[in-house]
Protein backbone atom coordinates (compact mmCIF):
# COMPACT_ATOMS: atom_id res chain seq x y z
CA UNK A 1 0.00 0.00 0.00
CA UNK A 2 0.91 3.93 -0.47
CA UNK A 3 1.93 5.55 2.57
CA UNK A 4 -0.20 8.32 1.30
CA UNK A 5 -4.03 7.70 1.10
CA UNK A 6 -5.46 6.47 -1.96
CA UNK A 7 -9.31 6.08 -3.61
CA UNK A 8 -10.42 2.34 -5.06
CA UNK A 9 -13.40 1.43 -6.05
CA UNK A 10 -14.58 -2.41 -4.93
CA UNK A 11 -16.65 -4.32 -7.33
CA UNK A 12 -16.54 -7.79 -7.10
CA UNK A 13 -14.69 -10.67 -5.31
CA UNK A 14 -10.84 -10.75 -6.65
CA UNK A 15 -8.83 -7.27 -6.58
CA UNK A 16 -6.53 -6.16 -8.52
CA UNK A 17 -4.35 -3.09 -8.37
CA UNK A 18 -3.80 -0.81 -11.29
CA UNK A 19 -1.22 2.20 -10.26
CA UNK A 20 -2.43 5.68 -11.72
CA UNK A 21 -0.48 8.89 -13.08
CA UNK A 22 0.98 11.18 -10.36
CA UNK A 23 -1.48 14.16 -11.98
CA UNK A 24 -4.92 12.09 -11.77
CA UNK A 25 -6.22 10.07 -14.08
CA UNK A 26 -10.34 9.69 -14.91
CA UNK A 27 -11.31 5.60 -14.74
CA UNK A 28 -14.27 4.71 -16.76
CA UNK A 29 -16.03 1.08 -16.19
CA UNK A 30 -18.88 -0.57 -17.56
CA UNK A 31 -19.75 -3.61 -15.24
CA UNK A 32 -22.23 -6.31 -16.17
CA UNK A 33 -24.45 -7.31 -13.92
CA UNK A 34 -25.81 -10.29 -15.79
CA UNK A 35 -26.12 -13.47 -13.57
CA UNK A 36 -24.69 -11.56 -10.48
CA UNK A 37 -28.01 -11.04 -8.20
CA UNK A 38 -27.72 -7.92 -5.87
CA UNK A 39 -27.49 -8.85 -3.13
CA UNK A 40 -23.93 -10.40 -4.17
CA UNK A 41 -22.51 -6.95 -5.24
CA UNK A 42 -21.67 -4.04 -3.07
CA UNK A 43 -20.30 -1.10 -4.68
CA UNK A 44 -18.06 0.62 -2.60
CA UNK A 45 -15.11 3.47 -2.04
CA UNK A 46 -12.22 2.45 -0.22
CA UNK A 47 -9.96 5.21 1.70
CA UNK A 48 -6.46 3.26 2.31
CA UNK A 49 -5.16 4.33 5.27
CA UNK A 50 -1.88 3.40 7.18
CA UNK A 51 -4.24 1.43 9.77
CA UNK A 52 -6.39 -0.60 6.54
CA UNK A 53 -9.26 0.40 4.40
CA UNK A 54 -12.20 1.95 5.53
CA UNK A 55 -15.53 2.02 3.72
CA UNK A 56 -17.59 4.65 1.82
CA UNK A 57 -20.60 3.62 0.36
CA UNK A 58 -20.67 4.88 -3.68
CA UNK A 59 -24.40 5.54 -3.98
CA UNK A 60 -26.56 7.32 -0.92
CA UNK A 61 -27.97 4.88 1.16
CA UNK A 62 -31.20 3.88 0.55
CA UNK A 63 -30.97 4.77 -3.16
CA UNK A 64 -32.94 1.67 -5.45
CA UNK A 65 -30.24 -0.81 -6.15
CA UNK A 66 -29.39 -2.04 -10.25
CA UNK A 67 -31.82 -4.96 -10.53
CA UNK A 68 -29.64 -8.37 -11.54
CA UNK A 69 -28.72 -8.21 -15.34
CA UNK A 70 -28.76 -4.51 -16.03
CA UNK A 71 -25.64 -2.54 -17.12
CA UNK A 72 -24.80 0.45 -15.47
CA UNK A 73 -21.53 2.57 -15.64
CA UNK A 74 -19.49 3.61 -12.72
CA UNK A 75 -16.98 6.77 -13.11
CA UNK A 76 -14.33 7.08 -10.65
CA UNK A 77 -12.12 10.65 -10.93
CA UNK A 78 -8.60 10.33 -8.73
CA UNK A 79 -6.41 13.57 -8.40
CA UNK A 80 -3.82 12.70 -5.95
CA UNK A 81 -1.95 15.11 -3.79
CA UNK A 82 1.69 16.49 -5.34
CA UNK A 83 3.98 17.31 -2.93
CA UNK A 84 7.19 19.42 -3.29
CA UNK A 85 10.16 16.45 -3.45
CA UNK A 86 7.48 13.26 -3.94
CA UNK A 87 4.57 12.26 -6.11
CA UNK A 88 1.53 10.95 -3.66
CA UNK A 89 0.78 6.79 -5.38
CA UNK A 90 -2.53 6.12 -6.21
CA UNK A 91 -4.18 2.59 -6.95
CA UNK A 92 -7.58 1.48 -8.19
CA UNK A 93 -8.64 -1.45 -7.06
CA UNK A 94 -11.45 -4.04 -8.67
CA UNK A 95 -13.15 -6.58 -6.52
CA UNK A 96 -14.76 -7.32 -3.44
CA UNK A 97 -14.46 -6.08 0.07
CA UNK A 98 -13.52 -8.98 2.20
CA UNK A 99 -12.75 -6.53 5.56
CA UNK A 100 -9.13 -7.68 5.23
CA UNK A 101 -6.56 -5.53 6.03
CA UNK A 102 -4.44 -5.66 2.47
CA UNK A 103 -5.99 -7.30 -0.92
CA UNK A 104 -4.90 -10.64 -1.35
CA UNK A 105 -2.16 -10.75 -3.73
CA UNK A 106 -2.59 -11.07 -8.21
CA UNK A 107 -3.10 -14.76 -9.05
CA UNK A 108 -1.21 -16.44 -12.40
CA UNK A 109 -4.85 -17.34 -13.50
CA UNK A 110 -6.07 -14.01 -14.50
CA UNK A 111 -3.53 -14.16 -16.94
CA UNK A 112 -4.09 -17.84 -18.29
CA UNK A 113 -5.95 -16.38 -21.28
CA UNK A 114 -2.97 -14.27 -22.21
CA UNK A 115 -0.83 -17.32 -21.76
CA UNK A 116 -3.29 -19.62 -24.25
CA UNK A 117 -2.73 -17.11 -27.25
CA UNK A 118 0.82 -17.67 -27.18
CA UNK A 119 2.77 -19.27 -30.05
CA UNK A 120 5.70 -21.34 -30.63
CA UNK A 121 6.27 -22.89 -34.19
CA UNK A 122 8.43 -26.01 -33.89
CA UNK A 123 12.25 -26.40 -34.47
CA UNK A 124 14.59 -28.76 -35.18
CA UNK A 125 15.54 -31.06 -32.37
CA UNK A 126 12.48 -31.10 -30.90
CA UNK A 127 9.93 -34.21 -30.89
CA UNK A 128 6.92 -31.94 -31.79
CA UNK A 129 9.49 -31.24 -34.98
CA UNK A 130 10.43 -34.82 -35.75
CA UNK A 131 6.66 -35.77 -36.19
CA UNK A 132 5.70 -32.73 -38.90
CA UNK A 133 8.77 -33.71 -40.72
CA UNK A 134 8.19 -37.72 -40.69
CA UNK A 135 4.06 -37.18 -41.57
CA UNK A 136 5.01 -34.42 -44.51
CA UNK A 137 7.60 -36.79 -46.60
CA UNK A 138 6.75 -40.43 -45.29
CA UNK A 139 3.16 -40.30 -43.58
CA UNK A 140 1.52 -38.53 -46.57
CA UNK A 141 2.08 -41.29 -48.31
CA UNK A 142 1.84 -44.33 -46.38
CA UNK A 143 -1.52 -42.97 -45.17
CA UNK A 144 -3.13 -39.79 -46.84
CA UNK A 145 -6.58 -39.60 -45.18
CA UNK A 146 -5.13 -39.39 -41.72
CA UNK A 147 -3.89 -35.46 -42.96
CA UNK A 148 -6.91 -33.99 -44.50
CA UNK A 149 -6.26 -31.12 -46.75
CA UNK A 150 -2.61 -31.30 -46.04
CA UNK A 151 0.33 -31.69 -48.84
CA UNK A 152 4.05 -32.47 -49.04
CA UNK A 153 4.03 -28.69 -49.95
CA UNK A 154 1.86 -27.46 -46.91
CA UNK A 155 3.66 -25.06 -44.81
CA UNK A 156 5.64 -27.00 -41.65
CA UNK A 157 3.03 -24.55 -39.54
CA UNK A 158 -0.04 -26.26 -40.85
CA UNK A 159 0.85 -29.97 -39.95
CA UNK A 160 1.74 -28.25 -36.71
CA UNK A 161 -2.05 -27.05 -36.60
CA UNK A 162 -2.92 -30.34 -37.26
CA UNK A 163 -1.00 -32.09 -34.55
CA UNK A 164 -1.83 -29.14 -31.89
CA UNK A 165 -5.49 -30.10 -32.32
CA UNK A 166 -5.15 -34.34 -32.04
CA UNK A 167 -2.73 -33.36 -29.18
CA UNK A 168 -0.38 -35.29 -30.85
CA UNK A 169 3.49 -35.10 -30.98
CA UNK A 170 3.85 -32.37 -28.13
CA UNK A 171 2.86 -29.86 -30.62
CA UNK A 172 2.09 -26.05 -29.40
CA UNK A 173 0.07 -23.88 -30.90
CA UNK A 174 2.24 -22.88 -33.85
CA UNK A 175 2.91 -19.01 -35.06
CA UNK A 176 1.16 -18.11 -38.03
CA UNK A 177 2.97 -18.94 -41.59
CA UNK A 178 5.01 -16.59 -43.28
CA UNK A 179 2.75 -15.66 -46.48
CA UNK A 180 4.58 -16.49 -49.51
CA UNK A 181 6.64 -14.40 -51.45
CA UNK A 182 5.46 -13.23 -54.83
CA UNK A 183 8.51 -13.30 -56.76
CA UNK A 184 9.50 -16.58 -58.27
CA UNK A 185 12.44 -18.16 -57.56
CA UNK A 186 14.40 -21.05 -58.82
CA UNK A 187 16.47 -24.07 -57.41
CA UNK A 188 19.90 -25.53 -58.43
CA UNK A 189 20.75 -29.15 -57.53
CA UNK A 190 23.69 -31.07 -58.02
CA UNK A 191 25.19 -34.05 -57.54
CA UNK A 192 28.62 -34.10 -56.01
CA UNK A 193 31.04 -36.97 -56.77
CA UNK A 194 32.66 -35.76 -60.27
CA UNK A 195 29.88 -32.91 -60.90
CA UNK A 196 31.19 -30.65 -58.31
CA UNK A 197 34.29 -32.43 -57.77
CA UNK A 198 37.06 -34.24 -60.15
CA UNK A 199 39.15 -37.59 -59.99
CA UNK A 200 41.48 -37.40 -57.29
CA UNK A 201 44.63 -36.60 -58.48
CA UNK A 202 43.85 -35.65 -62.03
CA UNK A 203 44.18 -31.79 -60.79
CA UNK A 204 47.02 -31.68 -63.36
CA UNK A 205 45.13 -33.13 -65.89
CA UNK A 206 41.42 -31.36 -65.61
CA UNK A 207 42.09 -27.63 -66.57
CA UNK A 208 40.04 -25.72 -63.97
CA UNK A 209 39.81 -27.77 -60.75
CA UNK A 210 41.88 -27.04 -57.77
CA UNK A 211 43.34 -29.60 -55.16
CA UNK A 212 42.76 -29.81 -51.60
CA UNK A 213 46.11 -31.93 -50.58
CA UNK A 214 45.46 -33.67 -47.37
CA UNK A 215 41.60 -33.25 -47.85
CA UNK A 216 40.11 -36.92 -48.05
CA UNK A 217 37.39 -37.52 -50.95
CA UNK A 218 36.47 -41.42 -50.23
CA UNK A 219 34.49 -41.38 -53.69
CA UNK A 220 35.73 -44.02 -56.32
CA UNK A 221 38.85 -45.08 -54.46
CA UNK A 222 39.51 -42.26 -52.35
CA UNK A 223 41.88 -39.79 -52.45
CA UNK A 224 42.79 -36.18 -52.00
CA UNK A 225 40.05 -33.86 -53.27
CA UNK A 226 39.61 -31.80 -56.31
CA UNK A 227 36.70 -29.77 -56.74
CA UNK A 228 35.57 -29.28 -60.70
CA UNK A 229 35.99 -26.28 -62.78
CA UNK A 230 31.57 -25.65 -61.77
CA UNK A 231 32.47 -25.70 -57.83
CA UNK A 232 35.04 -23.29 -58.21
CA UNK A 233 32.54 -21.03 -60.66
CA UNK A 234 29.43 -21.45 -60.12
CA UNK A 235 28.91 -17.81 -59.55
CA UNK A 236 29.48 -16.75 -63.12
CA UNK A 237 26.03 -19.15 -63.98
CA UNK A 238 22.32 -18.18 -63.46
CA UNK A 239 22.76 -20.32 -60.55
CA UNK A 240 24.12 -17.11 -58.57
CA UNK A 241 20.72 -16.09 -58.49
CA UNK A 242 19.17 -19.29 -57.39
CA UNK A 243 18.51 -21.26 -54.47
CA UNK A 244 20.87 -24.38 -54.43
CA UNK A 245 21.42 -27.71 -53.04
CA UNK A 246 22.69 -31.61 -53.31
CA UNK A 247 21.31 -34.08 -53.75
CA UNK A 248 24.10 -37.18 -54.37
CA UNK A 249 24.48 -40.62 -54.18
CA UNK A 250 27.75 -40.51 -52.06
CA UNK A 251 27.99 -39.03 -48.72
CA UNK A 252 30.17 -35.91 -50.01
CA UNK A 253 32.90 -37.30 -47.47
CA UNK A 254 33.62 -36.54 -44.13
CA UNK A 255 33.66 -33.00 -42.36
CA UNK A 256 36.63 -31.71 -44.13
CA UNK A 257 35.36 -32.32 -47.48
CA UNK A 258 31.75 -30.62 -46.89
CA UNK A 259 33.78 -27.79 -45.12
CA UNK A 260 35.26 -27.22 -48.41
CA UNK A 261 32.17 -27.55 -50.80
CA UNK A 262 30.62 -25.62 -48.67
CA UNK A 263 33.21 -22.31 -48.21
CA UNK A 264 33.51 -22.84 -52.32
CA UNK A 265 29.58 -22.23 -52.63
CA UNK A 266 28.24 -20.61 -49.50
CA UNK A 267 24.75 -20.71 -50.20
CA UNK A 268 24.33 -24.32 -49.27
CA UNK A 269 24.57 -24.08 -45.89
CA UNK A 270 25.57 -26.55 -43.69
CA UNK A 271 22.78 -28.87 -42.82
CA UNK A 272 22.99 -32.26 -44.27
CA UNK A 273 20.65 -34.85 -44.53
CA UNK A 274 21.60 -38.50 -45.06
CA UNK A 275 19.18 -40.94 -46.86
CA UNK A 276 15.87 -40.39 -49.52
CA UNK A 277 13.56 -40.14 -46.61
CA UNK A 278 12.05 -37.78 -44.11
CA UNK A 279 14.30 -35.19 -46.07
CA UNK A 280 14.32 -31.95 -44.65
CA UNK A 281 16.93 -30.31 -45.56
CA UNK A 282 18.32 -28.98 -48.99
CA UNK A 283 21.62 -30.85 -49.01
CA UNK A 284 20.71 -34.75 -49.29
CA UNK A 285 23.59 -37.19 -49.46
CA UNK A 286 23.51 -41.16 -49.85
CA UNK A 287 20.29 -40.64 -51.69
CA UNK A 288 20.31 -44.11 -54.44
CA UNK A 289 20.85 -42.90 -57.81
CA UNK A 290 17.77 -44.35 -58.92
CA UNK A 291 15.55 -42.42 -56.51
CA UNK A 292 16.98 -39.14 -56.88
CA UNK A 293 14.12 -37.83 -58.62
CA UNK A 294 12.23 -38.43 -55.64
CA UNK A 295 14.73 -36.92 -53.28
CA UNK A 296 14.98 -34.09 -55.36
CA UNK A 297 10.95 -33.48 -55.25
CA UNK A 298 11.51 -33.87 -51.43
CA UNK A 299 13.80 -31.17 -51.34
CA UNK A 300 11.57 -28.78 -53.70
CA UNK A 301 8.43 -29.71 -50.99
CA UNK A 302 10.59 -29.12 -47.84
CA UNK A 303 11.87 -25.49 -49.53
CA UNK A 304 8.58 -24.44 -50.11
CA UNK A 305 7.29 -25.86 -46.79
CA UNK A 306 10.12 -23.85 -44.87
CA UNK A 307 11.39 -20.65 -47.01
CA UNK A 308 7.50 -19.80 -48.10
CA UNK A 309 9.14 -19.25 -51.94
CA UNK A 310 7.11 -19.35 -54.67
CA UNK A 311 9.43 -22.08 -56.48
CA UNK A 312 7.85 -23.47 -59.72
CA UNK A 313 8.52 -26.98 -61.10
CA UNK A 314 9.80 -25.50 -64.00
CA UNK A 315 12.15 -23.46 -62.38
CA UNK A 316 14.13 -26.40 -60.99
CA UNK A 317 17.37 -27.43 -62.41
CA UNK A 318 19.37 -30.57 -61.54
CA UNK A 319 22.87 -31.18 -63.22
CA UNK A 320 24.58 -35.07 -62.70
CA UNK A 321 27.12 -36.65 -64.24
CA UNK A 322 26.09 -40.40 -63.89
CA UNK A 323 24.51 -41.88 -66.58
CA UNK A 324 20.60 -42.63 -66.28
CA UNK A 325 20.34 -40.15 -63.13
CA UNK A 326 18.35 -37.55 -65.11
CA UNK A 327 15.26 -39.84 -65.09
CA UNK A 328 12.14 -39.45 -63.33
CA UNK A 329 12.85 -35.62 -63.38
CA UNK A 330 11.27 -34.66 -66.61
CA UNK A 331 7.38 -36.24 -65.36
CA UNK A 332 7.85 -34.30 -62.22
CA UNK A 333 8.11 -31.20 -64.45
CA UNK A 334 11.61 -30.36 -63.56
CA UNK A 335 14.77 -29.69 -65.79
CA UNK A 336 17.38 -32.20 -65.30
CA UNK A 337 20.76 -31.92 -67.19
CA UNK A 338 23.73 -34.52 -67.73
CA UNK A 339 26.91 -33.07 -67.26
CA UNK A 340 30.90 -33.34 -67.53
CA UNK A 341 30.16 -34.69 -71.05
CA UNK A 342 33.75 -33.78 -72.04
CA UNK A 343 35.53 -36.07 -69.91
CA UNK A 344 34.33 -39.50 -69.05
CA UNK A 345 35.59 -42.36 -67.07
CA UNK A 346 32.52 -44.84 -68.62
CA UNK A 347 29.19 -44.40 -67.32
CA UNK A 348 30.85 -41.56 -64.78
CA UNK A 349 32.93 -38.00 -65.44
CA UNK A 350 35.96 -37.63 -65.18
CA UNK A 351 36.98 -34.21 -64.59
CA UNK A 352 33.50 -33.03 -62.95
CA UNK A 353 31.45 -30.41 -64.80
CA UNK A 354 31.94 -26.94 -66.42
CA UNK A 355 30.50 -23.98 -65.46
CA UNK A 356 29.77 -23.18 -69.21
CA UNK A 357 27.35 -26.32 -68.77
CA UNK A 358 25.27 -24.82 -66.01
CA UNK A 359 22.74 -23.28 -68.44
CA UNK A 360 19.33 -22.38 -67.70
CA UNK A 361 16.98 -24.73 -70.24
CA UNK A 362 13.89 -26.32 -70.07
CA UNK A 363 13.51 -30.05 -70.19
CA UNK A 364 16.21 -33.08 -69.78
CA UNK A 365 18.93 -33.47 -71.53
CA UNK A 366 21.85 -35.75 -71.81
CA UNK A 367 25.61 -36.21 -72.81
Known amino acids: QAASPSLVLCTGSNPARFPLAPLGWALYTSTDMAGVGAENFEDEVCLLEDDGPSVAPLVEEGAPRPEPGRRRRIAA ?11 AASAVYFGGHDNS ?17 ECHTAQPGEECYQKIVWARSTGLKENPKLYPGLTAASPLEDFQQHFFEKD ?17 TCLCLFDVDRTLTSKQALAGKCPGTQPHQGVEDSAYGGGDLVLSDLALNVHSTFCKDCLMGTVSAGCAGGGPEKGVLQAAIPELGNQWHFGPNDIASNLVANCPDPQKAQCAEDVVNWIRATKRVNLPDSEVYFFDDHTGNTNGFGERGYNARQVSCQSREGIIGLCGALANEIVREKGVKNC
Open 77 to 87: YVIPTVALGAV
Open 101 to 117: PEAPPLDASMFQELDAE
Open 168 to 184: YGKCPKPCPAPAVSDEP
